[in-house]
């Protein structure tokens, strides 16, 4: 069992940074999410051409990026199966590293946040390397940890087309002092996909399973799936419905058995995503009509912070800051 052995905590996870304020996977949204009180930058990463790892939602950056209306790359725009989906548009994999670096990030939910959309064109899309440097950066402005929660995205798909996510990024850990018991920055490793999970054991990082709601996912929810996750896994990342589910209303009901079940196996559990727009609440949590306002987003997280969750994926890492300064205050 790896079991882990860090002190109790709720960690405030930025989820592809402070992605409620600024476009996701922003040098920008990364900085904000930290200031506004996140411990961790969380990174999807997927490849280039030429095996640079970047962060990217998905391999199809068309939803992400202003390639759609870059005539330069309109020959780029392609089919692609991935994980058993058939997608069109543009795909990271099919440019290189400078070529990417040519595009502009774009709001992946223009009519959700529309204050986003504003700084449409503003944002390069920033490398792992270029993270890892703005960590340790706001590690010693801000005088307290700022870590970094990498994703391999697809990873198996990746493999598939010679371009494996996890030899680059062990690389780029060990090159940055972030591997074995004490990495200059704090650092989870975190994948759908347990062998990829297993490919990044020898860098002694802790190692996060995420888990959907979908059916596969089921038999790594029972206190024998668990065990068998902490036989590669330090830490579990569920979908929060998984730790609460909803009622036919969208009402939030009451705990699973998740929290204590994970924790009994030696897991740490940290749920995903946290967002504080109506649309997204649980039907009891929102406020007034307009689905894009903020709603009663504290006590959602007061509802997960009270099961005993060790950490938060979270778009608002302001709020989720409050949320845990309240709660603290109240114990």
Known sequence: ???????????????????????????????????????FIEIDLVATADGHLVARH??????TTDIAERAEFAERRTTKVIDGAEITGWFAEDLTLAELKTLRATERLPRVRPDNAAHDGEYEIPTLREIIDLAKKLTAELGRPVGVYPETKHPAYHRSIGLALEPPLEAALRANGLHGPEPEVPVYLQSFEADSLRALAEVELPLVFLMGTEKHWRRYRTPEGLAEVASFAHAIGPAKDLVIARDSEDNLTEPTSLVDDAHEAGLLVHPFTFRS??????????????????????????????VGVDGVFTDHSRHAFLARELFEQGE
């Open 277 to 306: 727009e109506n649309r997204f609440l649980p039907a009891n949590f929102r406020s007034g009509d307009d689905p894009n306002a903020y709603g009663g987003f504290a006590a959602e997280y007061e509802a997960f912070f009270e």
């Open 58 to 63: 998905d391999p199809e950056i068309g939803s």
């Open 1 to 39: 069992m790896r079991t882990n052995t860090q002190e109790p905590s709720i960690e405030i996870i930025s989820h592809r940074g402070a992605s409620g304020h600024r476009p996701e996977h922003t040098l920008a949204s990364y900085e904000l999410g930290a200031r506004f009180g996140g411990d």
